[in-house]
Nanobody, 117 residues
Framework: QVQLVESGGGLVQPGGSLRLSCAAS??????????MGWYRQIPGKQRELVAEITRGYSTNYLDSVKGRFTISRDNARKMAYLQMNSLKPEDTAVYYC?????????WGQGTQVTVAS
């Protein structure tokens, strides 16, 4: 079983920055074999992929966040990150970390990001 815990959300003004962190833990697994992703969800809407990073460090981004958000990972620390710059009100959502390992998906509990002045 793999557990993912997000942190780093909060209230930020438009144009500001936040860094989300996702800590992975669990019994006998290799974090470096996991594909990691960040998703977000607004009430009443489907959860959408924001950014993902493969175990080979290839990345993919939602078009609306390209150039503003950066996903990264630290295999030694079993952490994934989402650096969010130039935040906009439309980035307001609950952000979830997802890890895929051995054909199974694992989700964190989510962290709220609110962009407002």
């Amino acid at each position: 079983q793999v557990q993912l815990v997000e942190s780093g959300g909060g209230l930020v003004q438009p144009g500001g920055s936040l860094r989300l962190s996702c800590a992975a833990s669990g019994s006998i697994f290799q974090f470096n074999a996991m594909a990691m992703g960040w998703y977000r969800q607004i009430p009443g809407k489907q959860r959408e992929l924001v950014a993902e990073i493969t175990r080979g460090y290839s990345t993919n981004y939602l078009d609306s966040v390209k150039g503003r958000f950066t996903i990264s990972r630290d295999n030694a620390r079993k952490m994934a990150y989402l650096q969010m710059n130039s935040l906009k009100p439309e980035d307001t959502a609950v952000y979830y970390c997802k890890g895929t390992y051995s054909l199974a998906d694992y989700w964190g509990q989510g962290t709220q990001v609110t962009v407002a002045s």
